[in-house]
């Protein structure tokens, strides 16, 4: 069974890297470098138990390397845990690309980067995450087979993302509220690129009263002009007196100073790693009354999307199985509530316990 540690709380300054895969489990990670077209890049395989590691790259301008380390190994176990929740036969892995998506991207950067992904030779399956669009997927197929998310195919996963927080946000609701309808509810959404918009768009047409806030100020302008939601400050998101927080930007929102600050029922996004300590923060915000909606499991509409395209399965399939995410989080939130253990801690359970059966099957007779 996967032991649960937690990345954060390392010093992984003081670590060798190697260390710090055997503590998290991780089976390999492939640093890339080339500079002839800039790349620097971090792949990072978590665990192929239940099959091939699939998980999106992401492309950032982080501060310095080890920050993009620690990200890609806590988006790669994440994936695992995804992947294993949903009843998937995948395994976890990530990659992350260091550079501003802005500024940085060419064909000749991303074709490289395909050269990397094809030498795992199938171990690692990529797609889109944070800063990157099905064009640059297509520049990595021309290197690569082991890519989705691209053009004419699964395409863009945002809106089975989207759709699959939604639905899991109104199983929330149906646990604190007694009622899964959202019409009314105030919902504070972080972050409104392609998943955050898809969300707004589905809670204003049901009725909920809708807040954002994004650090690109041409998207939250052209989001509140389409679907009439109120902008607020990237800080004052914490401090409005909502229903629902939605993290769907980056990770580690959910913290000391944001926990004094909250003033909600139920936290439920798309955003990966939103506690940045999980064992403090996810006890804590139980200790609150706040629902927590394990990210992963709430999220994991992307992954089904592209699953969908790794088997040639319909992207009616991949709705269809998105909405499954209403039952599995629901099965959470009952489970800790019974058990009056946090939900991060059910997620966990329930995705290990599945990559510990599936194992055993796959032992030598």
């Known amino acids: 069974m996967i032991e649960v540690k937690n990345i954060e709380d390392t010093n992984l300054a003081g670590n060798p890297v190697i260390a710090q895969m055997s503590n998290y489990k991780h089976e390999q990670l492939l640093f890339c470098n080339d500079n002839e077209t800039g790349l620097k890049a971090i792949i990072a395989v978590h665990n ?6 699939l998980g999106g ?57 395909g050269k990397f992904v094809n030498s795992l ?88 009263e809708v807040y954002i806030t994004d650090i690109h100020e041409p998207t939250l302008k052209r989001v509140s002009q389409t679907y009439g939601a109120k902008v607020v400050g990237l800080d004052e998101i914490y401090e409005i007196d909502m229903d629902i927080y939605a993290p769907c930007a980056l990770g580690a929102t959910i913290n000391d100073t944001t926990l004094s600050k909250l003033k909600c029922s139920i936290i439920a996004g ?41 088997k040639g399965l319909s992207p009616e399939w991949a709705m269809n199985k998105a909405e499954e995410i209403y039952t599995t989080i629901h099965n959470i939130v009952k489970r800790s509530s019974s058990e009056n253990v946090p939900t991060y801690q059910i997620a966990n359970k329930m995705a290990e316990e599945r990559i510990d059966s599936i194992g055993k099957v796959k032992l030598p007779m």
Request: proline fraction near 3%; aromatic fraction near 6%; include cysteine.
């Open 270 to 310: 798309a955003a990966n790693n939103q506690l940045q300590q999980e064992g403090l923060h996810g006890t804590e915000v139980m200790r609150k009354g706040i629902i927590y909606a394990p990210d992963y499991a709430l999220n994991a509409g992307g992954v089904i999307n592209c699953y969908s395209e790794v």
């Open 121 to 208: 030779a199938g171990k690692y399956i990529t797609a889109e995450d944070v800063g990157i669009n099905p064009m640059d997927m297509s520049w990595v197929s021309m290197e690569t087979d082991h890519v989705v998310g691209l053009p004419g195919k699964s395409g863009d996963p945002s809106p089975v993302t989207a759709h699959g927080t939604y639905v899991g946000m109104k199983a929330c609701a149906k646990e604190q509220f007694g009622t899964d309808s959202l019409s009314g509810k105030k919902v504070a959404v972080q972050g409104v690129g392609h998943v955050g918009e898809y969300l707004v768009e589905a809670l204003t047409k049901e009725g909920a």
């Open 57 to 113: 790259t992401r492309m950032w301008s982080y501060k310095n390397e080890m920050e993009a380390l620690n990200d890609v190994l806590r988006l790669s176990r994440g994936m695992t845990y995804k992947n294993s929740i949903s009843g998937l036969n995948l395994g976890g892995g990530k990659a992350v690309i260091i550079g501003d998506a802005r500024a940085m991207k060419s064909e000749a950067l991303f074709r490289r980067f």
């Open 48 to 53: 192929t138990v239940l099959g091939p590691a």
